[in-house]
């Protein structure tokens, strides 16, 4: 059982930044993708952004450019750096992890989510 726990959410003004991060318990052999989705009211959640245990990264379309996604194998740590924030960047953002990456849709095979963490874009 992987278990995943976000941190980092929290009130922004528009164009600032945050770092949302997501510790999992030590992953095991099979788990070699990660990723961040989001989900605003009343949306579908989407992918936002996701990368391999290799460093292969995918994006969304409109965080390409403001958003990076990294990991840090020695620490179990996957982060999300969210700069020039929008208004539209406001959802509750959820870290999960699969066995790989579909760029599309993030990982895929024996998926855990973590729980979220809410982000909030406001002046």
Known sequence: QVQLVESGGGLVQ???SLRLSCADSGSGFSINAWGWHRQAPGKQRELVAGITRGGTTTYANDVKGRFTI???????????????????DTAVYYCNAGERLRLDSGPIGNVYWGQGTQVTVSS
């Open 14 to 16: 528009p164009g600032g």
């Open 70 to 88: 990294s990991r840090d194998n020695a620490k179990n740590t996957v982060y999300l750096q969210m700069n020039a924030l929008k208004p539209e």
